[in-house]
């Protein structure tokens, strides 16, 4: 399924206080303080982040085009694959310390964090994020337009 008909019969997990979709976007704002984390370099757990989630199974790619307003140090958006509140991954484009960031959160149990700097302004973003078998494979499309 391409588009944005793969999010037919998707569900919020912990809903936006404003959205919308059309057959263009899906667009919204994000309350307050809100986040995915659990125990490790903080010693905090969040689980308060909104997500738009679609049941899969099996070997699949996700593939997201989006923009954001970052303001704030932290504020993200991109992609999450969720099993449950104590494992899943998220991937997006974050600030932190006034940079853009590809940024991964892995949780198993507790939260483990690596980011690679895109530069001071993000912009558009694409976001691809594949399952083969046990492995998650994350990539952004660089200035060059290849992926990586």
């Given amino acids: 399924m391409t588009g944005l008909a793969a999010l037919d019969g998707a569900e919020w997990l912990n809903p936006p206080p404003a959205w919308d ?14 986040d995915f984390w659990r125990d490790t370099l903080y010693g905090f757990r969040r689980d ?8 899969v199974e099996g070997d699949f790619t996700a ?3 989006f923009d954001g307003a ?32 590809l940024s991964v959160v892995v949780t198993r149990g507790a939260s483990d964090w690596s980011t690679l700097a895109l530069g001071p302004t993000p912009g558009p973003q694409r976001l691809r ?7 998650v494979v994350i990539q952004v499309r660089n200035d060059a337009n290849r992926w990586q």
């Fill in 63 to 65: 593939h997201v085009a």
């Fill in 21 to 34: 979709r059309t057959a263009e976007a899906l667009t919204l704002e994000t309350g307050e303080r809100t």
């Fill in 70 to 101: 970052y303001e704030a140090l932290y504020d993200q958006a991109g992609l999450m694959l969720r099993r449950d509140e104590g494992h899943w991954i998220k991937a997006g484009i974050e600030l932190s310390d006034g940079v853009a960031n």
């Fill in 129 to 135: 994020v594949t399952r083969l078998g046990g492995a």
């Fill in 48 to 55: 308060s982040g909104h997500a738009f989630m679609v049941p």
